[in-house]
Structure formats: structure tokens, C-alpha cells
């Protein structure tokens, strides 16, 4: 992997108070061009903070079903371009024509969450059923969002990017952040994928509002729980009822609502 781009800058600024001004700096998070390309084809650009791209990377691939098994990357490599970064992959060689197929199906570029869908049917089809006999109490949950703020580095500089953490055994054992909270979610789903661990052997937990796309994508790796410390959207309640998913969200240091599925949180 070549050099990457930092992850944030400095900026100056002018800070405007009932007092007065003052001129001083400001730590910015950046974004940069990530390509995601499958032999040597680019299938997807996504504007995204510049670490954890192989994460992302494998991450992407799961969630937006291109491979069903990490196993099917066969090869992946990061370069930095000028224009930004290119995460360039090779698939097995089944997965890599069905792939090619699903390509020559597409009429436009996708979008945030919804890349390479090619009908309004696919972007609402529904999801696998989660059949889980998870469970996790109250008190944990706040536990865990009291933790994920001390794990977000990189929000501690900037307070400009989204976490998405996996707790497991009263501790996290991975949390990424991004810019988009699209992109944090697919780094953390690829980093469980690299290491071998189930989604569903914890819960997600996330630094922002949960819409449609990150249901769709916790439902493509199994996961059974997912919290939000901001509101869910009526469509994304709606899948997570269908497909079984426990939605948990508004999540603060004294509270939590529970939207779907509520018989896995005690308390």
C-alpha cells in the first residue's frame, strides 16, 4: 500500500463571539476520492476519510452484495493517485461474471448506500430474515455509547465524522470512523469480515441517525441489534420489522427507545 493522505488539516479561522474576535486554526477532517475497482474496472466513487480503505474496501463489497464471502476477494490493493485513492480488487473468478453482469444492467451511477441497484424494486427488495436469540441489557448499551466516545479519535479533533463500533463481550472490539456514516459502517463491516467475526455475536452501534441504507447493510451481515444515538426514519423501521432486525435509537447517557423487536433488550 502506497502513502495515503492525511486524515484531517488545519484551518484557519476567524471565531466570532459577543466579545469580540479572534483569528487561531481549526482541525478539519478530509475527504478524498476513494475508487472502488474490480478487475481493473471502476465500479463505484465514494467521498470518504482516507484510512481503513482496505476495511472499506472489503466492507463495500459485503454490503452492497457484490461477494457474499471475504474469501472471494482474491486480491486487493490500495494505491494513492493524484485524483485520490484507488482500492483496486480482483474477485474469484464466478463471483467476478456475475458482477460483470450485474454491471451491464446499469443505467446511471449509484448513489450513497444504493450503489450499482438498477430499479426502484431492488433499492426497496426485501432483506434476509435475522433469526437471532440475542439479547443485551439497557444498562450495556449505555455502557457501550459512554465508551464509543472515548474511541473516536479522530471526532476528538475534529467533531466533524461518524463512528460505527461493534460491541461484543462488554467491550468494542472494532470502531471506525468517516465522514460519512455510510463509509464508517462499511470500514467497520469490513474490519469484522478481515478478523473472522460474526455480526452476529454483538451489536452496532452508531454515531448518527439511522436511515433505510445502514439497515439494508446490517441486514447483509446478519446483525441482529443496531443502536443509534439519533431518530431511525419510517422506512428504515419498517425493514428492520420485516426482516427481524432490533432497532434501538435516540440513544443517550439516560435514555433509549426501542423500535422493533424489543423482546432482545432487557430492562
Known amino acids: 500500500m502506497t502513502n495515503l493522505p492525511p486524515v484531517f488539516a488545519t484551518a484557519p479561522r476567524r471565531i466570532v463571539t459577543h466579545d469580540g474576535a479572534s483569528l487561531g486554526v481549526r482541525k478539519v ?39 457474499e464471502d471475504i474469501a472471494e476477494i482474491a486480491e486487493l490493493e490500495v494505491v494513492a493517485v493524484p485524483q485520490g485513492i484507488e482500492a483496486r480488487m480482483t474477485l474469484s473468478s464466478d463471483r467476478d461474471e456475475q458482477l460483470l453482469s450485474r454491471r451491464r444492467r446499469i443505467t446511471g451511477p449509484g448513489g450513497c448506500g444504493l450503489c450499482g441497484i438498477e430499479s426502484l424494486e431492488a433499492a426497496v427488495a426485501p432483506l434476509p430474515p435475522i433469526a437471532s436469540s440475542a439479547h443485551i441489557s439497557a444498562d450495556e448499551i449505555f455502557c457501550a455509547l459512554e465508551s464509543l466516545r472515548g474511541l473516536q479519535t479522530l471526532n476528538a479533533k475534529t467533531r466533524a465524522v461518524h463512528a460505527a463500533g461493534f460491541w461484543s463481550d462488554n467491550r468494542f472490539v472494532a470502531v471506525r470512523e468517516d465522514v460519512g456514516r455510510h463509509n464508517a459502517f ?82
Open 29 to 67: 477532517p478530509e475527504e478524498t476520492p476513494i475508487a472502488f475497482t474490480y478487475g481493473r474496472t471502476t465500479y463505484a466513487v465514494m467521498m470518504a476519510t482516507p484510512a481503513d480503505i482496505e476495511d472499506f474496501a472489503a466492507g463495500f463489497s459485503l454490503t452492497e452484495r457484490i461477494i
Open 186 to 267: 462499511d470500514k467497520l463491516a469490513g474490519a469484522l469480515a478481515r478478523a473472522a467475526i460474526p455480526a452476529a455475536s454483538g451489536i452496532l452501534v452508531m454515531s448518527s441517525r439511522l436511515s433505510i441504507e445502514l439497515v439494508q447493510k446490517a441486514a447483509s451481515i446478519a446483525c441482529p441489534i443496531i443502536v443509534a444515538v439519533s431518530a431511525p426514519t419510517a422506512l428504515a423501521l419498517r425493514a428492520a420489522e420485516e426482516c427481524g432486525m432490533t432497532v434501538v435509537a435516540i440513544a443517550r447517557d439516560d435514555s433509549l427507545e426501542v423500535f422493533t423487536h424489543a423482546q432482545r433488550i432487557a430492562g
